[in-house]
């Protein structure tokens, strides 16, 4: 059992064979994905009829008690005519992403493709009539990013034998099982059958699911398209990897494959009024902080009814993309270092290298590495085209490394150290 302060959920943890599975070998190195939630929320983005709803924009049709018959309406009004797979994939590719995972349904039960098992998507509700699932495919083989589904098995506010709306249907009363067998089941199979390669399925709030209904769904997406993954929200601690909650990142170095889903303000879904946003100085050394302690940063946007990344997401997007530029080859394909649990760095590795990821730049350049058994016969600046030799002495519990007085990045300056 995992404590109730577990940075894993209950249930969301990683299966024990997958964490030797090469399968997840490109995801591992992969370490930031884009999050994309879409769908019909992006419509009233946060406000029902006058009134500001609390709460993540995307919950607003359970945490407003809007009835089925109402919310079915809006997707008559939903035409996202700037919506540009193009451009999505582009700043996934700009920003240093290496997949994308996209709401295909979402507990609003609305799908985002065109399904066979219902009229209640984007092809047949909406004047849209486009399929976006599609279009990011097509784009997404072109620019080399994994495209990935977010899939909502248990909840479905819309479907009557769906889980979490108790306001149109009554929850005891439902088939939950039919729902999975006759509903959820086909759709994953149009999802992993309609769209070419998926990296992975992202399921979530698993509630009710059982063991066996859990199961039954990770070997589904492993005999339809055996390379796809299935994050640990399908539940019952059968996930090929786990996922923490959200926005939470470990304290410490966790020995399973794990991922941090996260947003850049306060919401998943678009909501107008959600104008916190983190700065790109802490998201660029969350990313960090997570990659050093194992895990994959999926990091979300919430594309507008209209089809568009708010600017402020795309704005530090691309500074994270701009920081990794100069500094990816100490993110992409690491492993965590092998020094942890200090405040002003980080450690990341590859074979013969360790990488010294300094947030905190002391003010005399002398860093005082300790705690490494492993010889050092070199340093220098990732960020230097030159890669000048920095000195290095030892000293009573290790080395120190002689910089510069000031940082050459103020966000986090990466010392590569050779063993
Ligand atoms: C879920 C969804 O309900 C939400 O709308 C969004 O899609 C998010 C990514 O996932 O919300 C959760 C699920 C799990 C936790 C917190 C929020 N958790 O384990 O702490």
């Not at 406000?47 to 709803?53: A, L, T």
């Not at 492993?222 to 059968?238: F, K, S, T």
């Not at 002398?366 to 000048?388: C, E, F, W």
């Not at 030892?394 to 300056?413: E, F, Q, Y």
């Amino acid at each position: 059992m995992l404590p109730d302060d577990s940075p894993i959920r209950q249930g969301s943890g990683q299966r024990a064979e997958a964490r030797q599975d090469p399968r997840l070998d490109w995801w591992r190195d992969a370490k930031f994905g884009m999050f994309i939630h879409w769908g019909l929320y992006a419509i009233p983005a946060g406000e029902w009829k006058g009134d500001k709803i609390p709460g993540i924009g995307e919950w607003i049709m359970l945490r407003a008690r809007i009835p089925v018959a109402e919310y079915e309406q809006l997707a008559k009004q939903f035409n996202p005519v700037r919506f540009s797979a193009a451009q999505w994939v582009s700043i996934a590719k700009l920003a240093g992403q290496k997949y994308l995972v996209i709401t295909s349904k979402h507990h609003d039960g609305f799908c985002m493709f065109n399904s066979k098992l219902t009229d209640y998507d984007i092809v047949d509700a909406t004047p849209f009539r486009r399929d976006p699932l599609k279009e990011l495919a097509a784009e997404c083989q072109k620019q080399g990013i994994r495209l990935c589904f977010y899939y909502s098995q248990t909840q479905d506010w819309h479907h009557p034998n769906g889980d979490g709306n108790d306001w149109d249907y009554v929850e005891e009363a439902k088939d939950f099982d039919g729902y999975l067998e006759n509903y959820v089941k086909p759709q994953v199979r149009e999802l992993l059958t309609n769209y070419g390669p998926i990296g992975l399925i992202w399921f979530d709030t698993p509630k009710r699911i059982s063991e066996e209904q859990s199961r039954s769904l990770v070997d589904l997406v492993h005999q339809i398209q055996p390379a796809c993954l299935v994050n640990g929200r399908v539940g019952n601690h059968i996930g090929d990897y786990a996922s923490s909650r959200d926005n939470v990142i470990p304290s410490d170095l966790l020995q399973i494959d794990w991922e941090t889903p996260a947003t850049i303000n306060h919401t998943w879904g678009f909501k107008k009024d959600d104008e916190d946003w983190k700065t790109p100085t802490d998201l660029i050394q969350k990313l960090v902080d997570i990659t050093s302690k194992g895990g994959n940063y999926l990091l979300n946007v919430g594309p507008t009814a209209e089809g568009t990344i708010p600017q402020p997401s795309i704005d530090r997007l691309l500074a994270m993309g701009k920081w990794l530029d100069a500094n990816g080859d100490s993110v992409y394909g690491t492993r965590p270092g092998p020094i942890q649990g200090e405040e002003w760095c980080r450690t990341t590795t590859k074979p013969g290298k360790i990488y010294l990821h300094v947030f905190d730049w002391p003010t005399n350049g002398q860093l005082r590495v300790a705690g490494l058994n492993q010889k050092v016969t070199g340093a220098y600046l990732l960020a230097d085209p030159k890669k000048s030799q920095l000195a290095v002495t030892s000293s009573a519990d290790g080395i120190v490394v002689n910089g510069p007085a000031k940082g050459p990045d103020a966000i986090d300056s990466v010392v590569v150290l050779t063993v």
